[in-house]
């Protein structure tokens, strides 16, 4: 595709629900992050895909975040039992390679309510 | 801990005067050094990297330098204009590539 997408744009949702927010990374990608914003803060890391593996979780806020990512594309960040804290814009980006040097390419995030 | 800092929460300029954001680091010792603009409701955009070997690095109207002893990068937008209005991210790469840390940017409004 012409660049990162994510869906939905916007989800509100009821304290206790889960909610699934969806990254499709450009065509090619290997590497993919997702990363949390919250108003007025800097990314928060929260976990990245080299292909369809995440070797390290450790940035999840807790374990009612898990990330998959299958056919090395399609990744799906689910957030369990909701919470208000998780309000927020839920920002994936994707890179060609896991490299140093390359540049992330952003989607224009998820944003999460929580009420 | 690392931590990584920038200047300021905003920062006005009048149009065509040189603004500089900083960024500045703590316990870390990044690679690489990334630059990126964010619009209000958009994802960030890349604008550019620096290598922790490179004291400089220039892109049009742009100018980054990096000093590792200083552990400081700045950012320098020359002739600046309101288009140029936006939130700017300094962001560290370590060696591994596989995480980098965001500041939480400067926030730039340049008046006519």
């Known amino acids: 595709g012409a660049g990162v997408s994510q869906s939905p744009s916007n989800k509100v949702t009821e304290k206790g629900k889960d909610v699934e927010l969806r990254c499709d990374p450009i065509?090619?990608?290997?590497?993919l992050y997702w990363y949390r914003q919250s108003l007025g803060q800097g990314l928060e890391f929260l976990i990245y895909?080299?292909?369809?593996?995440?070797?390290?979780k450790s940035g999840l806020p807790s374990d009612r975040f898990s990330a998959e990512r299958t056919g090395g594309s399609v990744s799906t960040l689910t957030i369990q039992r909701t919470q208000q804290e998780d309000s927020a814009v839920y920002l994936c980006?994707?890179?060609?390679?896991?490299?140093?040097?390359?540049?992330?390419?952003f989607g224009p995030g998820t944003r999460l309510t929580v009420l | 801990s690392q931590k990584i800092e920038q200047n300021s929460e905003a920062l006005n300029i009048q149009e065509g005067k040189t603004a500089t954001l900083t960024c500045n680091y703590t316990n870390y010792s990044p690679a690489y050094l990334q630059w990126y603009r964010q619009d209000p409701g958009r994802g960030p955009v890349f604008l550019l990297l620096i290598r922790e070997n490179e004291k400089e690095k220039r892109k049009e109207r742009l100018k980054v330098t990096f000093d590792t002893t200083l552990k400081q990068s700045l950012f320098h937008i020359t002739a600046s204009q309101p288009a140029d209005s936006a939130t700017y991210l300094c962001a560290l790469v370590g060696s591994s590539a596989s995480k980098i840390i965001f500041g939480s940017g400067t926030r730039l409004s340049i008046r006519p």
């Open positions: 065509s090619g990608h290997t590497a």
């Open positions: 980006a994707s890179s060609l390679v896991l490299a140093q040097s390359n540049e992330q390419f």
């Open positions: 895909f080299q292909g369809n593996s995440a070797p390290d």
